[in-house]
């Protein structure tokens, strides 16, 4: 296992409401990532972390926004949750990226669903 | 479990028999590759990797061939065995920030 937990495992919200999602790792990586994973679709990128109160924005950033105050936590926030943010919820981390290597290490997801 | 992929390729095989997955990449600039599995109601697990430098490297049962010139990926698994059962997806990687891009996988069925 790489270290990497995420809670809650399951979550049932309804429109509207503000849903967090945390992920916790125990590796000391620098990098951290939060995707989502749709059936029809690869896992796509919603924001990434490269460090403490650095962080970017990916592929499908809108209606998230994140947060990392130390290494290990990186957290996900839906403000407003709607229903087209129901999918599973997948942390990743890297130790590196540079040279284009980029080996990324799974959290278990979260399945979220909005009402 | 979580549910991956409604509408993904399949193969299926006999356990015991070799697979082939494959996988098309999109960018020529990438120069990282990697394979994941994933289960039913578990995260990707990473698998084995290849950079650009290489055309094949290989792992315990898990062979990576990388055609560059026709940005094609292939992962072959030696002996299926019923615990392969699973998807399979290819990510690739390049560019500033080295971020990795999905493809959207093929699930892997074995049979007794």
């Known amino acids: 296992d790489a270290g990497i937990t995420q809670s809650p495992r399951h979550k049932v919200t309804e429109t509207g409401t503000p849903v967090t999602l945390r992920c916790h790792q125990t590796?000391?990586?620098?990098?951290m990532y939060w995707y989502r994973q749709d059936p029809g679709h690869g896992l796509r990128l919603i924001h990434y972390?490269?460090?403490?109160?650095?962080?970017d924005k990916g592929e499908v950033s809108d209606g998230y926004s994140v947060s990392r105050s130390k290494t290990e936590d990186f957290l996900l926030t839906l403000e407003s949750a709607t229903s087209s943010q129901t999918s599973v919820y997948f942390c990743?981390?890297?130790?590196?990226?540079?040279?284009?290597?980029?080996?990324?290490?799974f959290g278990p997801g979260t399945r979220l669903t909005v009402l | 479990g979580e549910s991956v992929g409604l509408h993904l390729p399949t193969l299926s095989v006999q356990e015991g028999d070799n697979s082939i997955i494959n996988c098309a990449y999109s960018n020529s600039a990438s120069d990282y590759f990697i394979w994941y599995k994933q289960e039913s109601g578990k995260g990707p697990q990473f698998i084995i990797d290849i950079r650009s430098n290489m055309d094949k490297r290989q792992g315990q049962r898990v062979t990576v061939l990388l055609n560059k010139t026709v940005k094609h990926l292939s992962l072959q698994i030696a002996a299926t065995q019923p615990g392969d059962s699973a998807v399979y997806f290819c990510?690739?990687?390049?560019?500033?920030?080295?971020?990795?891009?999905f493809g959207k996988g093929t699930k892997l069925s074995v049979k007794p």
């Open positions: 990510a690739e990687s390049g560019g500033s920030q080295g971020n990795l891009i």
């Open positions: 990743a981390i890297s130790l590196e990226t540079s040279g284009g290597y980029n080996e990324q290490f």
């Open positions: 590796e000391n990586h620098r990098y």
């Open positions: 972390s490269y460090g403490v109160k650095d962080t």
